[in-house]
């Protein structure tokens, strides 16, 4: 679950838990809305350790690839990893 996910799962669960007035049979929306809170703050929660470990774009492995002339016609790759 992401980031975006979690928030949005927040959002619907404080709708549900704080702006909602109908009452059902049945079931419970207000206990609904704090089980979607609660789902979307641990999601969040595990998103970011997550996200802080990952260690974002451009940190990582990446290779170099270059292509250049034999003197022949032909050509040699050259690939490096960086």
Request: hydrophobic residues 45%; positive net charge.
């Given at each position: 679950?992401?980031?975006g996910?979690?928030?949005?799962?927040?959002?619907?669960?404080?709708?549900?838990?704080?702006?909602?007035?109908?009452?059902?049979?049945?079931?419970?929306?207000?206990?609904?809305?704090?089980?979607?809170?609660?789902?979307?703050?641990?999601?969040?929660?595990?998103?970011?350790?997550?996200?802080?470990?990952?260690?974002?774009?451009?940190?990582?492995?990446?290779?170099?690839?270059?292509?250049?002339?034999?003197g022949?016609?032909?050509?040699?790759?050259?690939?490096?990893?960086?």
């Amino acid at each position: 679950m992401g980031v975006g996910t979690s928030l949005v799962l927040i959002a619907i669960g404080a709708i549900l838990r704080f702006a909602v007035t109908v009452t059902t049979s049945g079931f419970n929306i207000h206990t609904i809305g704090v089980i979607l809170l609660i789902i979307g703050g641990v999601g969040l929660v595990l998103s970011m350790l997550f996200w802080s470990s990952w260690g974002g774009f451009g940190n990582g492995y990446s290779r170099e690839r270059r292509v250049s002339s034999d003197g022949r016609g032909g050509y040699i790759e050259h690939e490096r990893g960086v």
